[in-house]
């Protein structure tokens, strides 16, 4: 989950810089370890205004969409 979360914090920092206003982050089913650690932490990044669980359009709950400040 460590590993995880430095990555996407570099991650949305590139989207940041590049102004985008959403990212789609692919964590799978598995266990629902990573899915749920993610989805705890993610709040408090300064990142993050919001954060919600993929529709089954944009890919189900295999993704959580991010909405960047």
Known sequence: LEEALENID???DQLSLASADRAFLLHGHGTGALKRGLR???PASPYVSRMRPATEEEGGDAFTVV???
Do not use: G, I, S, T
């Open 67 to 69: 909405e960047l400040a």
């Open 40 to 42: 705890a932490e993610l």
């Open 10 to 12: 570099r991650f949305l």
